[in-house]
């Protein structure tokens, strides 16, 4: 596992940073059960026993949102099933707007059993076939509740199976046309798609409608086809578009490198001692979308938009700390207490 790098003091957090009241965030998409092993560093089939955690990127952005402070919502499918109750009431305890919410009478919540093996490899198994996730259709929109959002923030696995696809790509275009910030965060499961080349087809089909896009170094080298990761020509030339406000590139313990059209650069990690890596980068996302719902001019000013990368890594490093992803996801205290330490 990489060692957490500590971050430069001029990065540094304080209670004033996060001024100004936040917008609406309408997260959309899935929204499943991960089944975590009880130990660490073991595979599938060597865990002796699981742990239910909520999961699903889409949803775990809109916790981690919310519990920073923030306000959000999320629009998806779930199961008419104990499952999906317990997934709504969970948003619910934690101030997640789930109006946009339905139960599907015909159809389970979807599960995905995952692990970090010893060799540091994330091993997922999914459950979906079809599940409740998929099958949202454009009809059940809440067009009302996208059209209040400030940020529309999104990933590509909602984009792999029809009804949802549709609805997926109407939902965008209810947000576009509303003045909404586009964020996306492409969440690669390859295990997910028919094949690889359906995966990098389906991720692009919308990369240059985004405002915001977040994205990991593998990420990178899939959708290039095995460019150099760290290359800022490979990410300027084949992955930043016209459209584009900020492209932000995660790097894990590493920290980040963020590109906009004025300006570069790149923030440190936060040195912790690793549990679990499950939802980090939602926390992260979590971090950045929330700084962004309460001060836009982060696209534009470098300072500001570097303390809240820091924010956000410190987010991620936070959660790194405990197992699964809803139950580790920081509060702004936590955050702000860390920041100080």
């Not at 109006?99 to 995952?114: I, Q, Y």
Request: glycine share 8%; charged share 25%.
């Amino acid at each position: 596992m990489a060692h957490f790098t500590s971050s430069g003091k001029s990065d540094d957090l304080t209670k004033e940073d996060c001024k100004g009241q936040s917008a609406l965030v309408v997260c959309f998409g899935e929204i499943l059960i991960d089944f975590v092993p009880t130990v660490g560093g073991v595979s599938l089939a060597e865990a002796p026993a699981f742990k239910k955690a909520p999961g699903g990127a889409p949803a775990n952005v809109a916790v981690g949102i919310s519990r920073l402070g923030g306000s959000s919502a999320f629009v998806g499918k779930v199961g008419a099933d104990e499952f999906g109750y317990m997934l709504a009431d969970i948003l619910k305890q934690n101030d997640v707007e789930t109006s946009g919410m339905k139960f599907d009478p015909n159809a389970r919540t979807a599960l995905a059993f995952v692990t970090l093996r010893a060799d540091g490899e994330r091993e997922f198994l999914f459950f979906r076939n079809p599940s409740a996730d998929m099958l949202l259709q454009e009809s059940e929109l809440d067009k009302n509740l996208i059209k209040k959002a400030k940020i529309f923030h999104y990933g590509s696995i909602s984009l792999i199976d029809e009804p949802c696809k549709s609805a997926h790509l109407a939902a965008m275009r209810f947000a576009k046309e509303s003045g909404c910030i586009l964020s996306y965060d492409p969440n690669l499961r390859l295990a997910l798609w028919p094949s690889a080349e359906a995966a990098r087809d389906g991720i692009m089909s919308i990369w240059d409608q985004a405002d915001v896009i977040k994205i990991s170094e593998d990420e990178i080298t899939f959708l290039t086809g095995g460019d150099d990761p760290y290359d800022d020509n490979v990410v300027l030339k084949k992955l930043f578009h016209p459209n584009l406000k900020l492209l932000i590139v995660t790097e894990g313990s590493e920290g980040c490198r963020y590109y906009t059209k004025e300006f570069k650069g790149r923030v440190a990690g936060v040195k912790v001692k690793p549990v679990d890596t499950t939802g980090a980068g939602d926390a992260f996302v979590s971090g950045i979308i929330y700084s962004l719902a309460s001060d836009q001019s982060l696209f534009q000013n470098e300072e500001h938009l570097r303390k809240a990368l820091h924010f956000a890594n410190v987010c991620g490093a936070i959660t790194v700390t405990e197992r699964g992803a809803i139950p580790a996801l920081p509060t702004k205290e936590a955050v702000l207490q860390f920041a100080a330490t």
